[in-house]
């Protein structure tokens, strides 16, 4: 079954940097583009970026583009965002999720990793 | 960007219950329209793709229909276990854009 675990989450500073990790397992990671979509504690769902399974195609939301970085090791079952200039409203659960490359979009969901930015 | 609005923002309903959520969305979406689950201190979860394919393993009590610019999510018999929080999702277009979210309480 596809498996989707976040970490590399926690409490940082307004201008700081953190680097999520996502590893994958239960799919042939190399073959399916991957998500990087955000919830502020209380608030909806946003999509943050998208990369291609080849990491060909990087797609950003404008209010990260120029400050975060989509990345992935397909040698390593592993999906990054680097997230720099950091400012209190990133502060979300930031989910990774697997597309299916075909007509479903986002399929599959993982359980989240807490970004906090504060003083 | 295709701005995607849910209606309501809120439903309260009883177990038993056929409850519709409307997502309309500012341009066309074709039918690149995503419905997710999403309950409390949880992930979300895929129910229904391409405005109204059923994910597997869904309920058939799900039921999703529209394309262009109007959708709806229908439940038609509420269960205990539907009481959370849904979001439609365009996917057509990049960035990809989601409702603010439908939450579905116990009346």
């Known amino acids: 079954q596809v498996q989707l675990v976040e970490s590399g989450g926690g409490v940082v500073q307004p201008g700081g940097s953190l680097r999520l990790s996502c590893a994958a397992s239960g799919f042939t990671f190399s073959r399916y583009s991957m998500h990087w979509v955000r919830q502020a504690p209380g608030k909806g769902l946003e999509w943050v970026a998208f990369i291609r399974y080849d990491g060909t195609d990087k797609y950003y939301a404008d209010s990260v583009r120029g400050r975060f970085t989509i990345s992935r090791d397909n040698s390593r079952n592993a999906l990054f965002l680097q997230m720099s200039s950091l400012r209190p409203e990133d502060s979300a659960m930031y989910f990774c999720?697997?597309?299916?490359?075909?007509?479903?979009?986002?399929?599959?969901w993982g359980q989240g990793t807490l970004v906090t930015v504060s003083p | 960007d295709i701005q995607m609005t849910q209606s309501p923002s809120t439903l309260s309903a009883s177990v038993g219950d056929r409850v519709t959520i409307t997502c309309r969305a500012s341009?066309?979406?074709?039918?690149?329209l995503a419905w997710h689950q999403q309950k409390l201190g949880g992930a979300p979860k895929l129910l229904i793709y391409?405005?109204?394919t059923l994910q597997s393993g869904v309920p058939s009590r799900f039921s999703g229909s529209g394309s262009g610019t109007e959708f709806t999510l229908t439940i038609s018999s509420l269960q205990p276990d539907d009481f959370a929080t849904y979001y439609c999702q365009q996917y057509k277009l990049y960035p990809y854009t989601f409702g603010q979210g439908t939450k579905l309480e116990i009346k």
């Open positions: 999720a697997k597309d299916d490359d075909g007509h479903r979009g986002i399929e599959y």
């Open positions: 341009q066309s979406a074709d039918n690149w």
């Open positions: 391409k405005a109204s």
